[in-house]
């Protein structure tokens, strides 16, 4: 309902000449917001207009407060001919609309034009006054948090985690509209910038209502993406994860008045609770076979408060026919006894019980990839679908039922994959596309988990007295590694032990996943950035030929990119993959696959064994020669790969350590292409287990080339890490510099009959230089960390390969990096996880909600696809599950390593490391030096920066951006809300641009300069969970043109250092943060 | 196989200071990654000299793109586009207009026009900067100039403030925007010994001393000119030639007071009608602008050379030109101390700056 809009427009500073006759500008403004247009007086011949203009005031209905953006229009006043726009500045209110965010929004804009970028700045102040309470207005949901972080943010506890929502909207795009054929491509990209940004209000909008109707008021890890479908149209979708956050204030718990939903319910659940329920489970532990509803278990519950009780009734019912419809659950029921573990019934039990819950719901899906301790109880492995479609034009826009039924096919493959893996939970789930002419692959990928109950049952607990009863006894450090599936039936063929940690449970040999590492894990050594690359040559095709090709073509990628990551992870001595995203793009003749992840050595898993390396025929003795060389080679890697990320794993007195590199003659001849059938997994034999080593058949040249491009990447250089999660394991000690970069690099495959070996080779080498040269660009901050590498391939044309990155390099103080600061980490995290336990899952599900199962599914819906796809999905869960025992066989102690020795070695090689940084930071003494000399302290430059501030008005504001949810050092003190921000930038004149680089380096930069901009006026300091999640650049160097749209995200944030004990004031604030900016620099 | 593109964007704009001076220096691309080779930038971490190629066109890149800031650096402090740290702008503006000492003294004096700038190909020849330096260093020159000419108030502190330098540099800078002004003759063969930083000192004397701005320094066309009614008053010095008896009474005070105390005594006195007229005819004729331009050729003719053909010391020239200044004191019927004492001031300072032993 209604709202107003006022906004002010202050002044303008380092304008363009738009009269060359003066040199100067006779500039006014347009400010719309919807269909009204104000318009400030022209300030005549300047380049520095002062128009502090009155309060333009806009009266409107909060549907479109959140739909619309400000619009202003910075114009050049023409008596004669029409005005020329200098440019625009687009701002999102949406900010405004919460209460907890950002009250105004002021500061400098840089004002913006499709053609010739930022040309000068713009002062705004904006307000909004609301009139009413806003839940009762269905149509809007202002008031509703937005985050991209994908974890609970910081200063906050979730009280309720709701679930997943997903929305699209679609349009026609400007574009391709016959307009476009007679306006020029200024106008028609402007149109395009005005409509998506329409377009994300909107769906911010609708998910926010989304949110309300499920008692929420916020959504975390909100992951917001373009479709850009040409001619059959413009998707914008968005998935993301209902919750009800309470802002943690010291001291107090967040007040129970201002929410109103679940006050009531931690109240209630409390008590009963306690003193009800640790009986009642004992007793029930030894029938828990039986075919146990949740609730009967758990008779307090009954008295459930308001949120879990719509969803108690059907909850019975829905847990039977859930037995009828997945096979893993119903089975893991009966065996769970027969394992004969203690906790084995319990956690069948458990499983059961959040499983029905969960199971409520349409999709247990979580955006989110780190959670609070104790809320992640197993972890399944990775889970991921992907669809072939072909575009066709959306005819109503209205109804797009069409995207929507894709996503929710592709969604309920993801969810059966979780079921075969015995979880009832998808976390660190994502979705994207790519699009190539009329063809689009769809992916979605998560990871399968089982989630605490207790944190679906009860609203708010009281830790302290429950923490230990229900769960099952696995020490948090290795909990989440045992395997959620049954043992005897497993969805898979994988190899299992019992735990390194705990000795209790079994864990599987390896471990994939989507999310970041839960900081609890305990992890030996450092991680390392692990990525598989590959190349897929296709024919050139049209519509349903082509998507056939390609839908043949993608297995068999997902497979090699498994293998390739399997090789790397044991050629670095790991066990598990964290933050593991696949991506494959397509484009008009070849298929790019792209897997990063980063590896660690997780303690409670098995030492990986070593690679054996077999050859064709055993009689040659030339091959034979070759083939010991290789082994060698792979065999030194490893070790030295030991050394490097410190992978040092306590000895162990057990059984079955042992057999170490079988002898040449016994090697198990295997084969790559039988292993990923899913029938053969009932046949799979368990009792063959002990195979020794992870072997490699070198049986024709692409094999050696394979072993040739696992060798060739390089590790990287001393004193550095990287990484893309969200912090590397085995490093605690970050200091506060920061430097968040983007970068973009295209190669053009001049051969055009490339085979798939060299392609792949290229394509290896584009990515690999491109970290080689991060490390060189970035060397200043040595020891430092690469975090949150997330690289993107594309395709753009055809013999075009496209990666851009977008990572933070971090600095950490190098002395204590052996020693994890273990009481500093508690203390740290303390008061914010602590309450962050309290977490909880809400129960309510719709009832309505019918899973209707797999066999039906894909017939009527993927109509010609289906095979292909079916064959997609039947295999992926292998691929991406914990272990392909087929080529894996654990064998603890393969490339075993004198660990006496070993240690010795690794100091040495840290005194080495040490040496070397410090000869790195002499090469820069001068710099340094020369620095301190002009620092603002000393008094003959000091004058000038002062000098420099008097003449040019205020300073600009210093802003961080980071594609983390954090600063190191630093706390967030508040989100001002998030930043979404879509540009189209063209030129006519490339080449006086510098050539497509210089175009896109500006572009960037105006980019990042805009997202600061609009922080800095929000009166934040920082941007975090920042991401670019699309950078799709055209370009036709013939006809001196080309076009990049861009598309960015991220939370703006007030961040104060950890050491300050209140927000600072602007000033002190950013002197602090230039300094750690100097660092960075 | 082609990078067809290939950029690194960083939220702090990431600037190598070698690279910079490389970039200012004028090398090429090429250049620049081989002097980065030779300067052993590879062996400090493992990289190759692709990755070094990259960098280096980033860099450029970039330069290139903040060069229309650092032309005005006020902006630089509050635009938007680059997040740079105040003290790396203060590193980035003090560097873009360093300059070499070489190529200023080529163009001292010279009129900064685009006749002069014609000529830049043939200084960078005979200098050894590249060209490409040489027109940064010119067009700052210029730029310079044309933003200090139609300011008020003091020459240094102008381009000070507006340009963000430091002092020192600000004050090279006065002396370059001065002698392009006045068009002082340096190129001279017999001139060629002395220094930028010579002239630099002696034009921060001329500035502090002989223009309007040194009396009153809030007048319109302040330090740029000199005084014009200074110049006026300096013919009225022509009576300590022209009079006789003045003369041989100037030439015995400073005689007394020199006897004994130098080597040089014999010369000095035999000498003293000669350098008295060749000081003075240089002051009665500054109202001339022409030969304003020729100041410094003068003093080195009418001067130094003498002095230096017989052998002063340094401390013979300081000894010899207090007691000329203090001598014309007593003399009775001199009546134009004050315009003798701003004129003499400076002409000892030039000349213990010009005088090398």
Same mark, same amino acid.
């Given at each position: ?127 909004? +006054? ?43 795009? /400007? ?85 109103? %939903? ?28 039986? /075919? /146990? ?48 573990? +203690? ?202 030929? %082509? ?337 392909? /025992? ?196 | ?34 002097? @980065?080779?030779?300067?052993?930038? =590879? ?17 450029? @890149? ?38 070499? $000492? ?16 014609? $000529? ?17 260093? &010119? ?59 010579? &002239? ?5 004397? =001329? ?26 008053? =300096? ?9 006789? $008896? ?18 040089? &005594? ?24 022409? $030969?304003?331009?020729? &100041?410094?050729?003068? =003093? ?58």
């Amino acid at each position: 309902m209604p709202g107003k809009l006022k906004a002010k427009i202050v002044a303008g500073r380092h304008l363009p000449v738009m009269d060359r006759a003066s040199d100067l500008t006779d500039a006014f403004v347009e400010v719309k917001f919807g269909n009204t247009t104000f318009k400030t007086d022209v300030f005549p011949k300047s380049l520095n207009p002062q128009w502090n203009s009155e309060w333009f005031k806009f009266e409107v209905d909060d549907e479109d407060l959140q739909d619309e953006p400000l619009q202003i229009t910075v114009l050049d006043h023409d008596t004669y001919s029409a005005n020329d726009a200098i440019g625009k500045v687009y701002i999102d209110i949406d900010p405004l609309l919460c209460t907890e965010a950002a009250s105004v929004i002021s500061g400098w804009f840089p004002i913006y034009d499709t053609i010739h970028g930022i040309r000068g700045e713009i002062n705004v102040l904006v307000k909004v +006054e609301l009139f009413n309470d806003l839940n009762r207005f269905r149509q809007s949901s202002c008031g509703v948090k937005f985050f991209c972080t994908t974890s609970i943010p910081r200063g906050y506890r979730a009280a309720m985690v709701h679930g997943f929502l997903e929305e699209l909207v679609v349009n026609e795009d /400007p574009e391709y509209q016959w307009i476009d054929r007679i306006r020029t491509p200024r106008a028609s990209n402007e149109a395009r910038q005005r409509l998506i940004s329409l377009m994300s209000g909107e769906l911010q909008r609708k998910i926010g209502l989304k949110v309300l109707e499920m008692g929420g008021n916020a959504v975390v890890g909100y992951l917001q993406c373009f479709d850009l479908e040409g001619e059959s149209g413009l998707v914008v979708r968005a998935i993301g994860t209902a919750c009800t956050l309470e802002k943690l204030t010291s001291g107090s718990l967040a007040s129970a008045h201002t929410h109103p %939903n679940t006050a009531p319910a931690s109240n209630a659940c409390n008590s009963p609770s306690k003193d009800g329920k640790e009986p009642v489970f004992g007793e029930d532990l030894p029938s828990s076979s039986g /075919p /146990p509803t949740p609730f009967r278990a758990l008779p307090t519950s009954s008295s459930s408060p308001p949120p879990f009780s719509p969803c108690k009734p059907c909850s019975r019912q829905s847990s039977s026919s859930d037995t009828d419809l997945s096979l893993t659950p119903k089975t893991g029921m009966g065996s769970g006894g027969s394992a004969g573990k +203690e906790a084995g019934p319990l956690k069948t039990l458990l499983r059961q019980q959040t499983q029905t819950a969960l199971e409520q719901r349409e999709f247990p899906f979580f955006t989110l990839t780190s959670f609070p301790p104790g809320f992640l109880v197993h972890v399944g492995g990775v889970v991921s679908a992907r669809s072939v479609k072909l575009l066709d034009r959306i005819h109503n826009p209205d109804e797009p039922e069409t995207r929507d039924a894709w996503w929710e096919e592709i969604r309920q493959e993801i969810k059966s994959h979780a079921k075969a893996l015995g979880c009832h939970a998808v976390v660190g789930y994502s979705e994207n596309t790519s699009i190539c002419e009329e063809v689009c692959i769809l992916s979605a990928s998560g990871t399968a988990a089982i989630l605490n109950h207790r944190y679906m049952r009860e609203g708010c607990l009281d830790i302290g007295s429950t923490d230990q009863r229900f769960e099952d006894p696995s020490p948090p450090s290795c909990g989440f590694c045992h395997i959620p599936y049954d043992e005897l039936n497993m969805p898979f063929p994988a190899q299992l032990t019992y735990c390194y940690n705990c000795r209790r449970q079994k864990v599987p040999d390896v471990l994939f996943t989507t999310i970041d590492l839960p900081a609890e894990a305990a992890v030996t050594g450092k991680g390392c950035l692990i990525q598989a690359r590959l190349c897929r040559l296709k024919k050139k095709a049209q519509g349903e030929v %082509n998507a056939t090709v390609i839908s043949n073509l993608l297995p068999f990628m997902e497979y090699e990119l498994h293998t390739q990551l399997m090789n790397k992870l044991k050629l670095r001595s790991m066990n598990a993959l964290f933050g593991l995203h696949i991506q494959i793009s397509v484009g008009e003749n070849m298929l790019l696959g792209l897997a990063s992840a980063t590896g660690v050595y997780l303690t409670a898993l098995p030492a990986p064994g070593g690679i054996q390396i077999a050859g064709k025929t055993t009689g040659d003795m030339s091959n034979e020669q070759h083939i010991l060389t290789i082994q060698k080679r792979i065999n030194d890697t490893i070790a030295r790969n030991k050394e490097l990320y410190q992978i040092n794993p306590p000895e162990l007195t057990e059984e079955g350590v042992g057999s170490p590199i079988p002898e040449p003659r016994h090697r198990s001849r295997l084969f790559r292409s039988h292993s990923e059938s899913s029938d053969e997994v009932s046949e799979l034999d368990l009792s063959h287990g002990k195979k020794d080593a992870f072997v490699l058949e070198i049986d024709d040249t692409d094999a050696v080339e394979d072993i040739h491009s696992l060798l060739t990447d390089a590790s990287p250089p001393a004193g550095f890490h990287s990484c893309n999660t969200e912090t590397m394991p085995g490093i605690y000690n970050w200091t506060t510099a920061v430097q968040m970069f983007t970068s973009v690099r295209v190669l053009r495959l001049s051969n055009a009959n490339l085979s798939n070996q060299s392609l792949n080779k290229i394509f290896t080498d584009l990515c690999e230089n491109l970290l080689k040269s991060f490390y060189f660009k970035l060397r200043s901050m040595v020891p430092c960390c690469l975090c949150h590498l997330n690289f993107n391939v594309a395709v753009p044309e055809e013999e075009l390969i496209q990666v851009s990155v977008t990572a933070v390099a971090m600095t950490f103080d190098k002395d204590q990096t052996q020693e994890r600061p273990a009481e500093r980490f508690i203390t740290k995290g303390g008061s914010e996880t602590d309450e962050q336990l309290q977490f909880s899952l809400e129960l309510c599900a719709d009832s309505s909600s019918t899973n209707s199962q797999p066999s039906s599914r894909i017939s009527g819906t993927v109509s010609l696809f289906t095979p292909a796809a079916k064959l997609c999905q039947s295999q992926l869960v292998v691929v991406h599950s914990t272990g392909v /025992p087929e080529n894996t066989i654990v064998s603890s102690r393969a490339a075993s390593v004198d660990y006496g020795s070993f240690a010795d070695r690794c100091s040495t090689w840290l005194e080495l490391l040490r040496l070397k940084a410090h000869t790195i930071r002499r090469g820069s003494v001068k710099t340094i030096s020369s620095l301190e000399h002009c620092s603002p302290l000393t008094e003959g430059r000091s004058r000038s920066v002062r000098s420099s501030r008097s003449f040019g008005g205020s300073p600009v504001t210093m802003v961080k951006m980071t594609p983390l949810s954090f600063l190191p050092g630093t706390r967030n003190i508040k989100y001002l809300g998030i930043i979404n921000m879509f540009f189209i930038r063209e030129t006519t004149s490339l080449r006086e641009e510098g050539g497509v680089s210089g175009f896109l380096h500006s572009f960037i930069a105006e980019v990042f300069a805009m997202v600061r901009a609009h922080v800095a006026a929000l009166g934040g300091n920082a941007v975090v969970s920042y991401s670019m999640k699309d950078c799709v650049l055209m370009e036709n160097p013939n006809k001196n043109q080309a076009q990049c749209l861009i598309n960015v995200s991220g939370d703006a944030v007030i961040y104060v250092r950890e050491t300050d004990q209140e927000p600072t004031a602007s000033m002190t604030n950013m002197g602090q943060s230039l300094c750690a900016a100097d660092g960075a620099t | 196989m082609a990078v067809e593109l290939d950029v690194f964007v960083g939220n702090t704009t990431i600037m190598d200071e070698e690279v910079y001076q490389l970039w200012l220096d004028g090398y090429t691309v090429n250049d620049a990654v081989k002097a @980065r080779m030779d300067a052993g930038v =590879l062996e400090e971490c493992e990289a190759d000299a692709d990755v070094l190629l990259s960098d280096t066109m980033d860099q450029y @890149r970039t330069f290139q793109m903040c060069e229309r800031l650092l032309q005005s650096p006020a902006k630089l402090a509050n635009q938007l586009l680059f997040q740079i740290t105040p003290h790396r702008q203060v590193m980035l503006i003090e560097r873009y207009y360093a300059f070499d $000492d070489t190529f200023v003294r080529e163009v001292l004096g010279k009129k900064l026009s685009k006749g002069t700038k014609k $000529d830049l190909d043939d200084i960078s020849a005979k200098t050894g900067v590249t060209l490409k330096s040489c027109r940064r260093q &010119f067009d700052n020159f210029k730029r310079v100039f044309k933003v200090v000419e139609e300011l008020k108030g003091p020459l240094v502190e102008n381009i000070r403030q507006h340009f963000l330098l430091s002092d020192k540099l600000a004050r090279d800078y006065a002396a370059i925007v001065f002698f392009a002004n006045n068009r002082f003759e340096t190129g001279k063969k017999k001139l060629q010994y002395l220094t930028f930083q010579d &002239f630099a000192l002696c034009a921060g004397q =001329l500035i502090n001393n002989w223009t309007v701005g040194a009396v009153d320094n809030m007048v319109e066309d302040m330090d740029v000119d000199l005084d014009k009614e200074f110049l006026q008053e =300096l013919k009225e010095l022509k009576i300590l030639i022209a009079d006789k $008896d003045l003369l041989d009474q100037h030439k015995s005070l400073v005689c007394t007071a020199l006897r004994g105390k130098t080597k040089a &005594f014999a010369e000095m006195e035999a000498n003293f009608k000669n350098l008295s007229r060749g000081l003075v005819n240089i002051a009665t004729k500054l109202t001339n602008t022409k $030969d304003v331009r020729d &100041f410094f050729i003068d =003093l080195v003719e009418k001067f130094i050379e003498p002095c230096r053909s017989d052998r002063w010391t340094a401390a013979d020239i300081k000894l010899y030109l207090t007691h000329y200044t203090n001598s014309a004191h007593i003399l009775d019927p001199f009546k134009h101390q004050a315009v003798w004492d701003r004129y003499m001031g400076v002409i000892k300072s030039c000349i213990f700056i010009m005088y090398h032993d």
